[in-house]
């Protein structure tokens, strides 16, 4: 039998990443508190809450890498520093026992507040609200006997993102030929991740023992500014570039005075007024990978979302 991966979470990287495995012949078991996953005959779906130990017991049995993918239960640091901990701790112990490698999505939040392109090498200082419980989180990691890798990624791009900058909000305006809500400042290079690479990479990294035990880049393409991507979103829909509404940082904050949301989006606003570039040049040689190029993860994320609206 080929070799078993298990994934747990069933959002846009869990999904992404079980369904390249299965399409490459490898069995997945993919843990959500739902029991929901891709359908496909290689996926076993399993109902099971990951942060709770006494339910991972027996879960990953046979696994050869995990892929740790579920998020928060609400976007606030006072919720991931309740929930994320605990289920990691619980995910690294069950896989250290089988011998199996964990690999992690992560985010760029933990670098904290940044003053030129984004390397492996920078400095991990979040050291405020939500950076500062991803920067814990991978401390937490490097502590840990079990072997893993962390995938840091920028800004997702790609099928199954509603929830981020290039979002759901972004695709159904401009398909809607309607004006585009964006925050912040849009004539700056800001990067994206297309969310196929980042899965890719985890993959990969998850076979490759060289690179364990470190936090690389997610293959991705040069930045461009906002108005750039949206503009590259409009024409690969054959649709008129569209009208943007964008709130400044400022702004942000005035509204996070009755929005917890609005509140914790402008905590990360640092990533929006000012240049905020991923270089993954050093994760990519050691991967042997590349991103897909920004406009053909464009032109792919549109025909997905013409299923979908």
């Not at 700056?188 to 297309?194: I, N």
């Not at 969310?195 to 470190?214: F, K, N, Q």
Request: aromatic residues 6%; charged residues 20%.
């Amino acid at each position: 039998m080929s070799e078993l991966h298990i994934v747990t979470g069933a959002g846009p990287v869990g999904t992404t990443v079980a369904e390249q495995l299965a399409a490459a012949g490898r069995r997945v078991r993919i843990l959500t508190r739902s029991g929901s996953g891709p359908d496909h005959p290689l996926i076993e779906r399993r109902r099971v809450n990951v942060s709770q130990a006494e339910q991972l017991s027996g879960q990953f049995d046979e696994a050869t890498a995990v892929h740790h993918c579920i998020h928060g239960s609400r976007y606030a640091a006072k919720v991931w520093r309740a929930e994320l901990p605990r289920a990691e701790r619980a995910v690294l112990d069950e896989a250290g026992r089988v011998g199996a490698v964990v690999t992690f999505p992560e985010s760029l939040y933990s670098y904290g507040r940044v003053s030129g392109p984004i390397t492996e090498n920078s400095p991990r200082t979040g050291d405020f609200g939500k950076p500062a419980v991803r920067a814990e989180l991978l401390r937490a990691r490097d502590a840990h006997t079990t072997p893993t890798v962390s995938v840091a990624a920028a800004d997702f791009l790609g099928p199954y993102v509603r929830s981020a900058l290039v979002g759901e909000q972004v695709f159904a305006a401009i398909l809607a030929g309607t004006s585009v809500k964006a925050f912040g400042k849009l004539d700056l290079p800001h990067s994206v991740t297309y969310v196929p690479d980042l899965a890719a990479a985890m993959i990969r990294a998850a076979a490759d023992e060289s690179v364990w035990d470190s936090v690389l880049h997610a293959p991705t393409a040069p930045a461009r500014t906002q108005r750039e991507i949206y503009g590259a979103i409009a024409a690969a829909a054959g649709v008129p570039e569209p009208k943007i509404m964008a709130a400044p940082v400022v702004l942000m904050r005035m509204l996070g005075l009755g929005s917890e949301l609005m509140r914790e989006l402008a905590e990360i606003g640092y990533q929006l007024d000012r240049p905020f570039v991923l270089d993954s040049t050093a994760s990519e040689a050691a991967l042997g990978m590349a991103p897909t190029p920004l406009d053909q993860a464009i032109s792919e994320t549109v025909a997905w979302w013409k299923t979908q609206l």
